[in-house]
């Protein structure tokens, strides 16, 4: 079941994008929708983009519900080793 929620924000980083080049990011979408490419029912969609820089500065990704999960958990385990004098 889609739900329509669409989540924007903004964020500073960088992604790999087609042919192998790095790019900035200032924006990423997250919803859980139907997707495009992965072989699930239901996904859920993130897309870090440039928006300055053309439909092909854009990086997406579709997660299983569970492997969303799972990210978002190594995520916080990642940030949680680094010492608090290195956050910024």
Aim: charged fraction near 20%.
């Amino acid at each position: 079941m889609c739900t329509y929620l669409t989540v924007k924000d903004d964020v500073e980083g960088s992604a790999k994008g087609p042919g192998g080049s790095w790019f900035r990011v200032s924006d990423v979408t997250v919803y859980y929708d139907h997707p495009v490419h992965a072989m699930a029912e239901h996904t859920l969609n993130i897309d870090f983009s440039a928006p300055a820089g053309g439909p092909g500065a854009r990086v997406a990704l579709e997660l299983t519900a569970e492997s969303a999960r799972a990210l978002v958990a190594a995520v916080q385990r990642a940030l949680d080793a680094v010492p608090q004098e290195m956050l910024s």
